[in-house]
């Protein structure tokens, strides 16, 4: 009998191309996926060193990050537009499939992949992006690279890289209402650190992640960056291939039926050995917010600011005295009691229609709270934008007061003309709360979808659970 | 890509863990379509008391005083040191470059982000990773001596103090064979290019799909 496998470890086999004896590899990739900020460079690399493209219908390319959300017909800053045009010009030039702006089917690199079957469950997926990760939701390999990563990619379709160790992430019965599967991925991190995922591919398994939809999944790969993983991924089984299925890239026919025979056997075998294995409780899981500078920094919404003086580790308690300073923020405070002054729903993280879904139900029949200036819902697709607004989520949104935008990467980070005024507080649907992330001096606090609008109704933190029912 | 084989230079040291790439380099620079001219932005929201733009004369910005990288002993540092997980978060390759650009040739640390780690390589910056016991040393030590320098020695994989001890670090052969000859990893993987060649055939039969049109 053949020795039980990890999932991990069939999509690193079957893209092996050559392996050094020190352990260097050389990885097929089959998906590469572009955008604007950290492919100039590489471009520019292939004009200077004449070398063509290796294959060209591996890659979509679309324009995100710098993507106004208000009016997309011109991009007012020179330098971004420049960034934008620059990507067109290229993908042009070397004929690549690109969803530019205006594109109905254009927005953010992590959310279009799927939504088009570009990201197929046994593919390798690169992008100069660290948020890859999402992909790894269909059981494909999908790492964030550099720009050097980049070019090394679009001129050889493979990637040097090392095996990384496996750790199994377990979430075992049932979500609480109101708990979603961005307060599982901060839960999963807050319980392993940002660094607790460091030279692993973490495979998030257990009953609580079979129940989670295809959206849930990307949100929670999506953040397995955060704890510092190389990939996260989840195995193949209904939900993935009734996602795919009909996508515009997915194969029909005949092909279908053999690629989903295939997919079928995309799961970690029984009795797997994993390097390192991590279980959580889904019924302990409470939702959450972050209060520092780091997603790691976590607690559930009913809880208090903790106290670094009862943090014994020199480094970390003054790692948390320097994050309350920058949030201003004091220890023993209540998260209820936080006020807030934007609130944003978007990002690769949840920006999809599950989520807007999530959000809109409760809003729906009220309204932000005054003390809240600016509430932003940014739909992750013109194709979930659409989808929403046949639901009629942008009614609800605008009757709450929020701004209704258009797709792109937005107040994430703010290369934009999204972002948060020095000193200001932000309940926040993306994936990092980092110093000045979201706009310079910015206080940035993750949280779900549903507790993003929970918070916008009070003009604080608030339990949803008390919200929904 | 520019060599490495020994550094010898001041060191810096930062001492704070989990410090990301959003730090090290923030957002409104990388809108850049260029590889250079991002060290006089490195760390730019901890390093200036205004906020930085793209294109802008740094040299007439208020600097923060409080700030390790400004105070005059540390000026001219090709050495950085650092805590845990340093480069964590986004993959921006403009953080290596951000560093290269400074002056940095090599960082000592107990712990790096992979994806930065990895981009470290393709600049010619070395990563260095050393028990948070011996960085935990270094750290006093630079903090005792005014222009303290270290020796970064990937020849013989080991970081040298001013008294003479010597602490072995690991690196993957590979990566140590490329930094060490300024190789280009695309010219070395082409050289394999008939082995791409081979398995691409051998998947075009067993996975079709992926080959498909992406139109
Ligand atoms: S939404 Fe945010 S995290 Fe996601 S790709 Fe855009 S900038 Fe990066």
Same mark, same amino acid.
């Given at each position: 009998?053949?020795?039980?496998?990890?999932?991990?470890?069939?999509?690193?086999?079957?893209?092996?191309?050559?392996?050094?004896?020190?352990?260097?590899?050389?990885?097929?990739?089959?998906?590469?996926?572009?955008?604007?900020?950290?492919?100039?460079?590489?471009?520019?690399?292939?004009?200077?060193?004449?070398?063509?493209?290796?294959?060209?219908?591996?890659?979509?390319?679309?324009?995100?990050?710098?993507?106004?959300?208000?009016?997309?017909?011109? /991009?007012? !800053?020179?330098?971004?537009? @420049?960034?934008?045009?620059?990507?067109?010009?290229?993908?042009?030039?070397?004929?690549?499939?690109?969803?530019?702006?205006?594109?109905?089917? %254009?927005?953010?690199?992590?959310? /279009?992949?799927?939504?088009?079957?570009?990201?197929?469950?046994? *593919?390798?997926?690169?992008?100069?992006?660290?948020?890859?990760?999402?992909?790894?939701?269909?059981?494909? @390999?999908? *790492?964030?690279?550099?720009?050097?990563?980049?070019?090394?990619?679009?001129?050889?379709?493979?990637? /040097?890289?090392?095996?990384?160790?496996?750790?199994?992430?377990?979430?075992?019965?049932?979500?609480?209402?109101?708990?979603?599967?961005?307060?599982?991925?901060?839960?999963?991190?807050?319980?392993?650190?940002?660094?607790?995922?460091?030279?692993?591919?973490?495979?998030?398994?257990?009953?609580?992640?079979?129940?989670?939809?295809?959206?849930?999944?990307?949100?929670?790969?999506?953040?397995? /960056?955060?704890?510092?993983?190389?990939?996260?991924?989840?195995?193949?089984?209904?939900?993935?291939?009734?996602?795919?299925?009909? +996508?515009?890239?997915?194969?029909?026919?005949?092909?279908?039926?053999?690629?989903?025979?295939?997919?079928?056997?995309?799961?970690?075998?029984?009795?797997? @050995?994993?390097?390192?294995?991590?279980?959580?409780?889904?019924?302990?899981?409470?939702?959450?917010?972050?209060?520092?500078?780091?997603?790691?920094?976590?607690?559930?919404?009913?809880?208090?600011?903790?106290?670094?003086?009862?943090?014994?580790?020199?480094?970390?308690?003054?790692?948390?005295?320097?994050?309350?300073?920058?949030?201003?923020?004091?220890?023993?405070?209540?998260?209820?009691?936080? %006020?807030?002054?934007?609130?944003?729903?978007?990002?690769?993280?949840?920006?999809?229609?599950?989520?807007?879904?999530?959000?809109?139900?409760?809003?729906?029949?009220?309204?932000?709270?005054?003390?809240?200036?600016?509430?932003?819902?940014?739909?992750?697709?013109?194709?979930?934008?659409?989808?929403?607004?046949?639901?009629?989520?942008?009614?609800?949104?605008?009757?709450?007061?929020?701004?209704?935008?258009?797709?792109?990467?937005? *107040?994430?980070?703010?290369?934009?003309?999204? +972002?948060?005024?020095?000193?200001?507080?932000?309940?926040?649907?993306?994936? +990092?709360?980092?110093?000045?992330?979201?706009?310079?001096?910015?206080?940035?606090?993750?949280?779900?979808?549903?507790?993003?609008?929970?918070?916008?109704?009070?003009?604080?933190?608030? !339990?949803?659970?008390?919200?929904?029912? | 890509?520019?060599?490495?084989?020994?550094?010898?230079?001041?060191?810096?040291?930062?001492?704070?863990?989990?410090?990301?790439?959003?730090?090290?380099?923030?957002?409104?620079?990388?809108?850049?379509?260029?590889?250079?001219?991002?060290?006089?932005?490195?760390?730019?929201?901890?390093?200036?008391?205004?906020?930085?733009?793209?294109?802008?004369?740094?040299?007439?910005?208020?600097?923060?005083?409080?700030?390790?990288?400004?105070?005059?002993?540390?000026?001219?540092?090709?050495?950085?040191?650092?805590?845990?997980?340093?480069?964590?978060?986004?993959?921006?390759?403009?953080?290596?470059?951000?560093?290269?650009?400074?002056?940095?040739?090599?960082?000592?640390?107990?712990?790096?982000?992979?994806?930065?780690?990895?981009?470290?390589?393709?600049?010619?910056?070395?990563?260095?990773?050393?028990?948070?016991?011996?960085?935990?040393?270094?750290?006093?030590?630079?903090?005792?001596?005014?222009?303290?320098?270290?020796?970064?020695?990937?020849?013989?994989?080991?970081?040298?103090?001013?008294?003479?001890?010597?602490?072995?670090?690991?690196?993957?052969?590979?990566?140590?064979?490329?930094?060490?000859?300024?190789?280009?990893?695309?010219?070395?993987?082409?050289?394999?290019?008939?082995?791409?060649?081979?398995?691409?055939?051998?998947?075009?039969?067993?996975?079709?799909?992926?080959?498909?049109?992406?139109?």
């Amino acid at each position: 009998m053949m020795k039980p496998t990890t999932l991990y470890e069939k999509l690193w086999r079957s893209h092996v191309v050559r392996e050094e004896s020190d352990g260097t590899a050389l990885i097929y990739i089959d998906r590469h996926l572009v955008h604007e900020v950290t492919s100039p460079q590489a471009f520019e690399g292939l004009k200077l060193a004449n070398r063509p493209l290796w294959r060209v219908n591996s890659i979509l390319a679309t324009a995100d990050h710098n993507t106004p959300t208000t009016n997309q017909e011109v /991009i007012a !800053d020179p330098v971004s537009r @420049l960034q934008v045009e620059t990507l067109d010009k290229n993908c042009a030039k070397y004929n690549i499939t690109e969803f530019p702006m205006g594109d109905h089917r %254009q927005g953010i690199v992590h959310v /279009i992949g799927p939504e088009q079957g570009a990201t197929l469950p046994g *593919m390798t997926v690169v992008c100069g992006d660290s948020h890859t990760s999402t992909h790894g939701a269909f059981a494909a @390999l999908a *790492m964030g690279i550099g720009t050097s990563e980049v070019e090394h990619v679009m001129a050889t379709q493979t990637l /040097i890289t090392q095996r990384a160790k496996t750790l199994r992430v377990s979430v075992e019965g049932t979500l609480s209402k109101g708990v979603t599967a961005k307060d599982v991925a901060l839960a999963i991190i807050g319980k392993i650190g940002t660094a607790g995922g460091t030279g692993f591919a973490i495979e998030f398994a257990g009953s609580a992640i079979r129940s989670l939809t295809m959206e849930g999944r990307m949100t929670l790969c999506n953040m397995a /960056i955060e704890a510092g993983a190389r990939a996260g991924m989840v195995a193949v089984d209904d939900t993935t291939i009734q996602y795919v299925k009909g +996508r515009p890239f997915a194969p029909k026919g005949a092909l279908w039926d053999k690629a989903e025979a295939y997919w079928r056997t995309l799961v970690s075998d029984e009795g797997a @050995l994993f390097d390192k294995e991590v279980k959580l409780e889904a019924a302990q899981i409470e939702p959450l917010v972050t209060w520092g500078t780091s997603p790691e920094m976590v607690v559930p919404v009913n809880g208090h600011i903790p106290d670094p003086q009862l943090e014994s580790d020199i480094t970390r308690r003054e790692g948390m005295e320097r994050a309350l300073r920058y949030m201003d923020l004091t220890p023993g405070k209540a998260i209820t009691s936080i %006020q807030i002054d934007k609130v944003f729903i978007g990002s690769c993280t949840n920006s999809r229609i599950e989520d807007l879904r999530a959000a809109a139900q409760v809003l729906k029949g009220k309204r932000i709270a005054a003390n809240i200036k600016l509430a932003l819902a940014v739909p992750g697709s013109g194709l979930v934008k659409a989808q929403a607004e046949q639901e009629g989520l942008d009614v609800i949104f605008k009757e709450a007061g929020f701004e209704w935008r258009n797709p792109g990467c937005s *107040m994430c980070l703010g290369m934009n003309d999204d +972002r948060l005024s020095p000193g200001e507080r932000c309940a926040s649907t993306s994936n +990092r709360n980092f110093e000045g992330r979201q706009g310079a001096l910015s206080r940035t606090h993750l949280v779900s979808p549903q507790m993003a609008a929970a918070a916008a109704v009070a003009g604080h933190f608030a !339990d949803v659970r008390a919200l929904i029912g | 890509m520019q060599a490495f084989t020994q550094v010898s230079g001041v060191v810096l040291p930062i001492d704070r863990s989990n410090v990301d790439t959003d730090a090290i380099i923030p957002k409104q620079f990388l809108k850049s379509i260029h590889r250079s001219g991002f060290g006089p932005h490195l760390f730019d929201a901890w390093r200036y008391l205004d906020e930085g733009q793209p294109g802008q004369d740094c040299s007439i910005r208020p600097l923060n005083k409080d700030f390790v990288m400004n105070e005059p002993r540390y000026q001219g540092a090709s050495i950085l040191l650092a805590r845990d997980n340093f480069g964590c978060g986004s993959s921006r390759e403009h953080a290596p470059w951000a560093l290269s650009d400074y002056g940095i040739r090599a960082l000592i640390a107990p712990s790096f982000a992979d994806i930065f780690f990895n981009n470290c390589f393709k600049n010619g910056i070395l990563p260095v990773v050393l028990a948070e016991s011996i960085v935990e040393k270094l750290f006093q030590a630079v903090l005792a001596t005014p222009h303290y320098q270290l020796t970064v020695d990937l020849n013989a994989k080991q970081v040298v103090t001013p008294d003479g001890q010597q602490f072995a670090f690991e690196v993957d052969e590979f990566r140590r064979y490329c930094l060490l000859n300024g190789l280009d990893d695309i010219g070395l993987t082409l050289r394999h290019a008939d082995e791409i060649k081979a398995y691409e055939a051998q998947r075009k039969q067993s996975e079709p799909w992926i080959f498909g049109v992406t139109q």
